[in-house]
Nanobody, 113 residues
Protein backbone atom coordinates (compact mmCIF):
# COMPACT_ATOMS: atom_id res chain seq x y z
CA UNK A 1 0.00 0.00 0.00
CA UNK A 2 1.30 3.44 -0.90
CA UNK A 3 -0.19 6.93 -1.11
CA UNK A 4 1.80 9.73 -2.74
CA UNK A 5 0.62 13.33 -2.55
CA UNK A 6 1.62 16.05 -5.00
CA UNK A 7 0.50 19.46 -6.19
CA UNK A 8 1.32 21.63 -3.21
CA UNK A 9 3.09 24.96 -3.46
CA UNK A 10 3.01 28.67 -2.73
CA UNK A 11 -0.05 30.59 -3.89
CA UNK A 12 -1.47 34.03 -3.22
CA UNK A 13 -4.75 34.47 -1.33
CA UNK A 14 -7.65 33.87 -3.69
CA UNK A 15 -5.62 31.50 -5.82
CA UNK A 16 -6.09 27.82 -6.58
CA UNK A 17 -4.18 24.57 -6.27
CA UNK A 18 -5.03 21.00 -7.14
CA UNK A 19 -3.65 18.26 -4.94
CA UNK A 20 -3.31 14.67 -6.11
CA UNK A 21 -3.15 11.48 -4.06
CA UNK A 22 -1.88 8.61 -6.17
CA UNK A 23 -2.49 5.14 -4.78
CA UNK A 24 -0.67 1.90 -5.45
CA UNK A 25 -1.14 -1.56 -4.06
CA UNK A 26 -4.91 -1.27 -3.87
CA UNK A 27 -7.88 0.10 -5.82
CA UNK A 28 -8.99 3.50 -4.53
CA UNK A 29 -12.60 3.14 -5.58
CA UNK A 30 -13.03 0.28 -3.09
CA UNK A 31 -12.16 2.41 -0.04
CA UNK A 32 -12.89 5.74 1.57
CA UNK A 33 -9.98 8.18 1.29
CA UNK A 34 -9.48 11.31 3.34
CA UNK A 35 -7.49 14.54 3.08
CA UNK A 36 -6.15 16.03 6.30
CA UNK A 37 -4.01 19.08 6.96
CA UNK A 38 -1.75 20.25 9.73
CA UNK A 39 -0.80 23.87 10.27
CA UNK A 40 2.30 24.82 12.29
CA UNK A 41 1.59 24.45 16.00
CA UNK A 42 -1.86 22.96 15.43
CA UNK A 43 -3.36 19.51 15.46
CA UNK A 44 -4.02 17.61 12.27
CA UNK A 45 -7.59 18.16 11.07
CA UNK A 46 -9.85 16.45 8.55
CA UNK A 47 -10.51 18.48 5.42
CA UNK A 48 -12.46 16.22 3.10
CA UNK A 49 -13.11 12.59 2.28
CA UNK A 50 -14.62 10.54 -0.51
CA UNK A 51 -16.11 7.12 -0.96
CA UNK A 52 -16.32 6.41 -4.66
CA UNK A 53 -18.14 3.11 -4.13
CA UNK A 54 -20.86 4.90 -2.14
CA UNK A 55 -20.68 8.08 -4.25
CA UNK A 56 -20.40 10.21 -1.14
CA UNK A 57 -18.22 13.11 -0.05
CA UNK A 58 -17.68 15.14 3.12
CA UNK A 59 -16.08 18.54 3.74
CA UNK A 60 -15.17 20.35 6.89
CA UNK A 61 -17.20 23.52 7.30
CA UNK A 62 -14.34 25.92 6.61
CA UNK A 63 -13.71 24.60 3.08
CA UNK A 64 -17.28 23.97 1.88
CA UNK A 65 -17.94 25.73 -1.40
CA UNK A 66 -14.21 26.25 -2.04
CA UNK A 67 -12.74 22.72 -2.15
CA UNK A 68 -13.89 19.81 -4.30
CA UNK A 69 -12.78 16.21 -3.85
CA UNK A 70 -13.04 13.73 -6.70
CA UNK A 71 -11.71 10.41 -7.84
CA UNK A 72 -10.03 9.38 -11.08
CA UNK A 73 -10.46 5.63 -11.28
CA UNK A 74 -8.40 5.31 -14.45
CA UNK A 75 -5.40 6.85 -12.68
CA UNK A 76 -6.24 5.37 -9.24
CA UNK A 77 -5.96 8.92 -7.89
CA UNK A 78 -7.97 11.18 -5.60
CA UNK A 79 -7.91 14.89 -6.37
CA UNK A 80 -8.56 17.88 -4.13
CA UNK A 81 -9.31 21.04 -6.07
CA UNK A 82 -8.80 24.04 -3.80
CA UNK A 83 -10.13 27.42 -4.91
CA UNK A 84 -10.37 30.81 -3.21
CA UNK A 85 -7.50 29.85 -0.96
CA UNK A 86 -6.99 31.72 2.31
CA UNK A 87 -3.91 32.10 4.52
CA UNK A 88 -5.59 29.85 7.08
CA UNK A 89 -5.52 27.02 4.52
CA UNK A 90 -1.74 26.90 4.92
CA UNK A 91 -0.36 23.60 6.15
CA UNK A 92 0.89 20.19 5.19
CA UNK A 93 -1.82 18.21 3.43
CA UNK A 94 -1.93 14.46 3.91
CA UNK A 95 -3.81 11.70 2.17
CA UNK A 96 -5.17 8.99 4.49
CA UNK A 97 -6.52 5.46 4.01
CA UNK A 98 -8.63 4.82 7.14
CA UNK A 99 -9.07 1.10 6.53
CA UNK A 100 -5.44 0.42 7.44
CA UNK A 101 -4.63 3.83 8.99
CA UNK A 102 -2.03 4.57 6.30
CA UNK A 103 -0.76 8.10 5.70
CA UNK A 104 1.03 9.61 2.75
CA UNK A 105 4.15 11.74 3.24
CA UNK A 106 2.28 15.03 2.80
CA UNK A 107 2.57 18.03 0.52
CA UNK A 108 3.09 21.62 1.68
CA UNK A 109 0.50 24.27 0.84
CA UNK A 110 1.37 27.88 1.62
CA UNK A 111 -1.10 30.69 1.01
CA UNK A 112 0.61 34.04 1.36
CA UNK A 113 1.00 37.33 -0.42
Amino acid sequence: VQLVESGGGLVQPGGSLRLSCAASGFTLEDYAIGWFRQAPGKEREGVSCISMSENSTWYTHSVKGRFTISGDNAKNTVLLQMNSLKPEDTGVYYCHLPRVDYWGQGTQVTVSS
